[in-house]
């Protein structure tokens, strides 16, 4: 940090502060739990996490010093505040890639292509000479793949595709009445609410790496995580 950002003794000395008092309201709303999700325990969670946070980051900018507290992410939910018997469910899932391998995935799209010229064809628009094009563009490529394989089948085929996994979860949410058909399908996620979530799974080698710095072998397991 330049010496015009450096802050000052008193902006640290106000970040103690308010972790103290941030300290203080999470023990209040600990003592005062009304049941094993109370919102305001989650609330004075996530204030004291930020506080301390902010804390941390003002005392190692001015002096070079870090706290012996271990910051958490903000990965978890909050309370549930959906029906207590859900009647209708909606599955949210995100799986991310990286092309690894190009050249295999545009082998994989023209073998396809060559078993399944309609598949060309729905993934290029019909462009001419389809069937090369899909062997020369990972766009195209990509379209013929995802169109001919379900989902959970490229992620079980992935690297065969020329893929790398990346993060995934997978978010299981209460909603109050099933959806009509074609109801959501122009804006699929936007009604994803973390306050529905029955619960979720969520894999990333991220999960692998603090068991490794953990140096327990025995531990080690898929980094599936639930709410």
């Avoid at 506080?51 to 010093?65: C, F, H, P, Q």
């Avoid at 910051?71 to 009647?87: F, M, Q, R, V, W």
Wanted: overall charge negative; charged content about 30%.
């Amino acid at each position: 940090m330049s010496d015009a950002a450096q802050p000052s003794a008193a902006e640290v000395r106000a970040a103690a502060e308010a972790v103290k008092a941030a300290l203080d309201r999470h023990l209040d709303a600990v003592e005062r739990r009304a049941g094993a999700d109370d919102p305001a325990v989650y609330a004075a969670f996530d204030e004291l996490a930020a506080a301390a946070e902010r804390y941390d980051e003002l005392l190692y900018d001015t002096y070079d010093e870090v706290t012996p507290f271990e910051i958490p992410g903000n990965d978890t939910l909050p309370a549930y505040a959906g029906p207590e018997e859900p009647s209708a469910l909606s599955v949210l899932i995100r799986r991310d890639y990286t092309v690894a391998k190009p050249q295999r995935l545009l082998h994989q799209a023209q073998r396809i292509a060559a078993l399944d010229p309609d598949a060309a064809d729905d993934a290029t628009g019909n462009a001419p000479d389809a069937a090369a094009l899909v062997g020369s563009s990972v766009y195209a490529a990509l379209g013929v793949l995802f169109g001919e394989y379900e989902p959970d089948e490229i992620a079980s085929r992935h690297k065969e595709f020329g893929l790398e996994e990346g993060d995934s979860t997978l978010w299981v949410a209460a909603v109050d009445e099933p959806t009509e058909p074609g109801e959501w399908l122009s804006a699929p996620f936007d009604q994803a609410d973390p306050q529905r979530v029955v619960c979720r799974f969520d894999v990333s080698s991220v999960f692998d790496e603090e068991l490794d710095d953990d140096g327990d072998d025995d531990l080690l397991e898929p980094a599936d995580r639930s709410r």
